[in-house]
C-alpha cells in the first residue's frame, strides 16, 4: 500500500496529445470472458470480434444476461480479477488490453478510454464535490495545475450543457437531478477527451425528455472531438436515433453486425427479426406483440456448440442451422452468424397460433 | 356507463420542519385530478418521474391517504372510508406492482401469495381454493409444480405473472397497473403485454396503466392523461393525444420519444429542438406563476387540454 499515489507526470499534455492516424481505434480479437462458479469458468463473452473506428458511434444490442455489459467492463479492466478469466486480443494503440496490469490499466482508464455509467448517483462518489469529482481523473492524467483545472472543470461543464456551472462545482450529487447527475458523468468521461468513451445504457434511468437531451448531447459530443463511442443499450428506439452501427448480441456472441440503416430495414437474424417485431410500435396497428419462446439460457446452461438460438425457435428444422455457425457476409458491411435465417419464418406466417402464454412451460 | 368516479383528487404530503416540528409547507403530489372508468376499457397515466402518477395509482387503492376529492365507486363514496374486509371496493380493485420481486412474500409459496385475496374475500373450501389456485397459473401461464415454489425462484417476467393471478384472483373489475413492464426485456415485456390484452378482452378488465413509456400505453390504452406536477395537462383518447396534441408539454413529451427507426432522425432532432425552444418560450403562457398548470378546458367530447393564460382571462 502506498501511501502517496504515484502521480504520472505526462510529457503529452491534453492539447498536445499524440493524434492516432489510423482509422481504427479499438481492435477486439476473439475476446473470451469467463466466470468462475465453483472453480470452472463459463465464458459470458463467448468469440467476440469486433472493431471500433474513429468518429463513429457503435451500439451493441440484447436482451439482460447477453453479456453486452462483460465485454465493456472486460475493454477497460472492471472485473474482479479472482474471479473472471480474460482470454483473446484487445489491441488498443498498440497495446493489449486483456495483459495489462493493473497499473498500465490505470493509465488508459479515463484517460484514453472513459466510460459512462447506468446509474449515475451510483457513480458518483456521494461525499465529493462534484468540481472535485471532474478533477480528479485531471490531476491524476494530466500536468494541469490547480487553477488550470478548475477552469477546465467550469468549461466541461459548460460544455455538457449545464448553465450555472460555478455553482454545480461547489454542489455535492444528492443535490442534482438525474439529468444533471447524468451530465457530470458525461463531463467526467470525456474531461481528458478520450478517443474512446464506453457508454453502458446511458439513458435507462432517465424519462423521455431528458434521454433525447442526453443522447443529442453526446452526438453532439462526439462530432466535436471525433471520439469512438460504443454505446450499450437494450432500447432499439435508441439505437435508431443515434447509432452508425450495429452489433447484436445473444447469449455471449454477437449474432448479426451491420450498419444502422441496413439493419432497421433489413434485419436478418432470427432474433433480431423477433426482437423488431417484440416492440410496441408508436404507429403500429397490430394488437398482438411477437414473443420470443423460452429464455435466455443462464450461463451455465448455455449450450456451447451449434446454433444458440435454435431451441428459441424449435419449428425451424435442424439442417437449417450450421454445425458451428460462424459470422457470414451476406452484403458488404453485413454479417449474420448461421444460416437460419434463410429458413426462418415467424410462426405466425405459417398460420399456426402464438403459444406464448406456455412458453416457459 | 363508467363505474367509478374520481372527483378533484388531492394527496397533499406535509412538510415539517421548525421549532415545533410544525407543518411549513405541503407537496402537492396530486392536486385536483378528476377521471372516469369504464368498463373493459384502459386508462393511461404518462408523465415524468416525480409528477404524482403513481401516488394517484395508491391513493386510488387506499395506500396512500386523501387530502380532499371523493372517489365514488358504484354510487357509493370510498374515500378513505374504513371499508370492511367483506367490502366489495377492496375486492374489485388490485394493483400489479412495478417491482414484482418485491411484492412478493419470499418466506411463502406461491400458492400462499396467490391464495392470499382468496381468502380475504372469497368463501372456499380448501379443494375449491386448491383448484382455483391451479386455474389461475394456467391463466397466467405458469406450470402447476410452481405452486409449491418460492418466488426466488423464478425469473422476471415469470415474477410479474405471479404478480398478474394475484390481482385477477378475485375477479376484480379495475386493476391498477404501476408501471408493471418497465424492468422487463423486450420480449417478456411483450409476453406480459399481450397476456395483459388477453385477459382484459376475456374478463372485461380495466385498466389504470402508469407508465412512463408512451410506446407502451399506446399499445395498451384507450384513452390517455398527460400528467405534470400533479394536474392533468392534457387528456383524450389514444388518437386525441397522439394525432392531435394540443398543449406544449405534450408536444415536448411526444417530439422526445425515439423512433425505431433510422431514416429521417436528422429531421426529428432537429423538430425536437425546436420544440424544446418554444416549449421554453411559451412556458410562461402554459403555467401560472407556481408552474401550476391550468384548469382542462374541453376541445371536443374526448379531448380536453389545460388553459393557456390567455384563454384563462377570457374565462
Redesign the interface.
Known amino acids: 500500500m502506498q501511501f502517496v499515489r504515484f502521480k504520472l507526470i505526462k510529457f503529452n499534455t491534453i492539447t498536445g496529445r499524440r493524434v492516432n492516424l489510423s482509422k481504427e481505434l479499438l481492435k477486439i480479437n476473439n475476446l473470451h470472458t469467463g466466470f468462475r462458479i465453483k472453480d470452472t469458468f463459463y465464458d459470458a463473452v463467448d468469440g467476440v470480434s469486433l472493431t471500433v473506428n474513429k468518429n463513429e458511434i457503435l451500439a451493441i444490442v440484447g436482451e439482460s444476461g447477453c453479456g453486452k455489459s462483460t465485454l465493456a467492463t472486460s475493454i477497460i479492466g472492471l472485473y474482479d480479477q479472482n474471479k473472471t478469466r480474460v482470454q483473446g486480443e484487445i489491441i488498443f494503440d498498440g497495446k493489449n488490453l486483456a495483459s495489462l496490469s493493473e497499473e498500465g490499466l490505470n493509465e488508459i482508464r479515463g484517460f484514453q478510454i472513459s466510460m459512462i455509467f447506468q446509474d449515475p448517483l451510483s457513480a458518483l462518489n456521494p461525499l465529493m464535490r462534484i468540481g472535485e469529482q471532474i478533477e480528479e481523473g485531471l490531476s491524476y492524467h494530466t500536468s494541469l495545475n490547480k487553477m488550470e483545472r478548475e477552469k477546465r472543470v467550469l468549461e466541461l461543464l459548460k460544455q455538457v450543457g449545464i448553465h450555472n456551472p460555478e455553482r454545480v462545482a461547489r454542489q455535492f450529487p444528492h443535490q442534482l437531478s438525474g439529468g444533471m447527475r447524468q451530465r457530470v458523468i458525461i463531463a467526467i468521461a470525456i474531461a481528458c477527451k478520450p478517443q474512446i468513451i464506453i457508454a453502458d445504457e446511458p439513458t435507462t434511468a432517465l424519462d423521455v425528455t431528458i434521454q433525447a437531451q442526453i443522447l443529442d448531447l453526446l452526438i453532439d459530443l462526439q462530432a466535436e472531438t471525433e471520439a469512438g463511442i460504443i454505446l450499450i443499450t437494450h432500447d432499439l428506439g435508441v439505437v435508431a436515433e443515434v447509432a452508425d452501427r450495429v452489433a447484436v448480441m445473444y447469449a455471449g456472441q454477437i449474432i448479426e453486425e451491420a450498419s444502422v440503416e441496413e439493419l432497421f430495414t433489413n434485419p436478418k437474424h432470427p432474433y433480431t427479426r423477433s426482437l423488431f417485431n417484440s416492440i410496441p410500435q408508436m404507429n403500429a396497428q397490430s394488437d398482438r406483440l411477437n414473443v420470443i419462446e423460452g429464455i435466455v439460457p443462464s450461463l451455465m446452461n448455455l449450450p456451447r456448440s451449434g446454433c444458440r438460438f435454435s431451441s428459441r425457435i424449435p419449428w425451424i428444422p435442424g439442417e437449417a442451422h450450421e454445425e458451428n455457425p460462424a459470422l457470414h457476409e451476406i452484403s458488404p458491411g453485413h454479417f449474420v452468424r448461421c444460416t437460419c435465417w434463410k429458413e426462418f419464418q415467424f410462426k405466425t406466417d405459417k398460420g399456426g397460433g402464438t403459444h406464448e402464454l406456455y412458453a416457459n412451460k | 356507463m363508467s363505474f367509478m368516479q374520481i372527483n378533484d383528487l388531492k394527496v397533499h404530503y406535509p412538510v415539517r420542519g421548525g421549532f415545533f416540528n410544525t407543518v411549513i409547507d405541503r407537496v402537492l403530489a396530486v392536486d385536483g385530478i378528476t377521471m372516469e372508468f369504464e368498463r373493459g376499457k384502459a386508462y393511461g397515466l404518462v408523465g ?2 416525480g409528477c404524482g402518477k403513481s401516488t394517484t395509482g395508491k391513493a386510488l387503492i387506499g395506500l396512500e391517504k386523501i387530502t380532499s376529492g371523493s372517489i365514488i365507486y358504484e354510487g357509493e363514496n370510498v374515500t378513505n372510508a374504513r371499508r370492511s374486509r367483506k367490502s366489495s371496493f377492496n375486492r374489485d380493485v388490485q394493483m400489479i406492482f412495478q417491482d414484482a420481486h418485491s411484492s412478493l412474500n419470499p418466506r411463502k409459496r406461491v400458492k400462499d401469495i396467490i391464495a392470499e385475496p382468496i381468502r380475504n374475500f372469497l368463501s372456499l373450501s380448501p379443494k375449491e381454493e386448491e383448484r382455483k389456485i391451479s386455474e389461475l397459473l394456467e391463466i ?4 402447476e409444480d410452481a405452486k409449491l415454489k418460492y418466488p426466488h425462484e423464478f ?1 422476471g ?2 415474477k410479474q405473472r405471479l404478480g398478474i393471478a394475484r390481482a385477477i384472483a378475485t375477479n376484480p373489475k379495475l386493476i391498477i397497473a404501476d408501471e408493471p413492464v418497465s424492468a422487463l ?3 417478456v ?3 406480459v ?3 395483459m ?2 385477459i382484459q378482452n376475456e374478463f372485461g378488465l380495466s385498466y389504470l396503466f402508469i407508465s ?5 400505453v ?3 390504452c384507450d384513452h390517455i392523461s398527460i400528467m405534470y406536477k400533479g394536474r392533468f395537462v392534457e387528456t383524450g383518447t389514444k388518437e386525441d393525444i ?1 394525432t392531435n396534441p394540443q398543449h406544449i408539454y405534450t408536444k ?2 411526444l ?9 429521417g ?1 436528422e429531421d ?2 432537429r423538430e ?2 425546436r420544440v ?1 425552444q418554444h416549449y421554453q418560450a411559451e412556458h410562461k403562457n402554459y403555467y401560472d406563476e407556481n408552474e401550476r398548470v391550468f384548469d382542462l378546458v374541453p376541445v371536443s367530447n374526448t379531448h380536453a387540454v389545460a388553459a393557456t393564460s390567455s384563454v384563462k382571462e377570457v374565462i
Open positions: 415524468e418521474s397466467v401461464g405458469m406450470p425469473s417476467g415469470q426485456d423486450l420480449s415485456q411483450a409476453q403485454l399481450n397476456f390484452k388477453d412512463h413509456d408512451l410506446g407502451v399506446k399499445h395498451m397522439y415536448r413529451l417530439s422526445a420519444i425515439p423512433e425505431v427507426s433510422p431514416l432522425r426529428r432532432k425536437r429542438i424544446e
